[in-house]
């Protein structure tokens, strides 16, 4: 090998861990910056119209007397 090819080697060597680099710190940046964002939860269609603490209607395979009635609760 001749001193060109190391020093053409090498400046690719740098390139592309620099590129890496860069990559690697955009990606951790957005990541955190999505995981900063408040949770936007949509409520399903049909729900709607269900206000906060009604009782609702559910099926259960195994019926147990002991248990509470299901309410609804939106967060």
Do not use: C, Q
Not at 32 to 55: L, W, Y
């Amino acid at each position: 090998m001749n001193d060109m090819t190391i020093f053409i080697f090498g400046i690719g060597f740098a390139l592309t861990a620099g590129a890496a680099f860069a990559f690697m710190w955009k990606s951790m940046t957005y990541t955190f910056e999505t995981m900063n964002k408040p949770i936007k939860r949509t409520v399903h269609p049909e729900m709607s119209e269900v206000e906060n603490g009604t009782e609702l209607l559910v099926f259960k395979a195994e019926d147990d007397d002991d248990e509470d009635d299901t309410l609804i609760v939106r967060k």
